[in-house]
């Protein structure tokens, strides 16, 4: 668990060695939660006195500080590389490139906007549990997508290849909380499965397999998916 802690966030936690991430991946849905958890805690505390809008801002802010934007790093350098009409290596090379080009920047602007302002139509109550289910399904995305591709490179996305026996005990541990969050949290995990499919298939076309930013970019739809499923469903 403190591995899967330590790779998914900024939170101090024990160094143990060398991390075995597919050891750890069981517990990604559970980091989820927890990041989650803090960003409906803000959520609920920032309703308190301020505008819903505001207080939603905050409520992204802080899974945001707590991953040290991890996810939305990989967005942005994901869509810079896909925006880039060239070659697959040339592609894969963009990806290292730490700055931020327009891609990047205009996939942040819609992904981070959307999530934003689709969160603020809802309540109290029902935004802390679009909060809490969308983060566990951005977690647990990344698992069948690291199953079902090749790393592309051999950076961060070869530090996880998940198997079987962990995707099963994950996905069963991400049905449990979704479901008992809200019964809505099926058609939820319907819709992140859908973006990570999605994913998948766009990173194998274009990348020839996984990479850690890949990762990143699943997790990121796969929230926002889940997120716009849940508020479709509840306004």
Known sequence: MLTAVAFLTRLPVPARGIPNLNR???????????????????????????????????????????????HEDGLADVADALGAH???QRRLEILKDPRVGTMGALALILA??????ALATLDT??????????????????????????????GSGSLLRVGTPALITATVI????????SRDGLAAL??????????????????????????????KLAELAAVTTLVALWT
Do not use: C, N
């Not at 319907?190 to 997790?219: E, F, V, W």
């Open 24 to 70: 750890a991946a069981v517990y990604f849905p559970l980091v989820g939660l927890l990041v989650g958890a803090i960003a409906a805690a803000t959520r609920a505390l920032a309703d308190q006195i301020l505008q819903p809008l505001p207080a939603t801002v905050l409520a992204v802010a802080a899974a945001v500080i707590v991953t040290g934007a991890l």
């Open 86 to 88: 060239t070659t697959r």
């Open 112 to 117: 981070v906007g959307l999530t934003t302002t």
């Open 125 to 154: 109550e029902h935004a802390a549990k679009a909060l809490l289910i969308s983060h566990v399904l951005a977690r647990w995305a990344i698992l069948p997508v690291s199953r079902a591709l090749q790393p592309a490179t051999q």
């Open 174 to 181: 991400t049905v449990a909380i979704t479901l008992a969050t």
């Open 190 to 219: 319907l819709a992140a499965a859908l973006a990570a499919t999605a994913s998948a298939a766009i990173l194998q076309h274009a990348l020839g397999g996984i990479t850690g930013d890949g990762y990143g970019a699943t997790a």
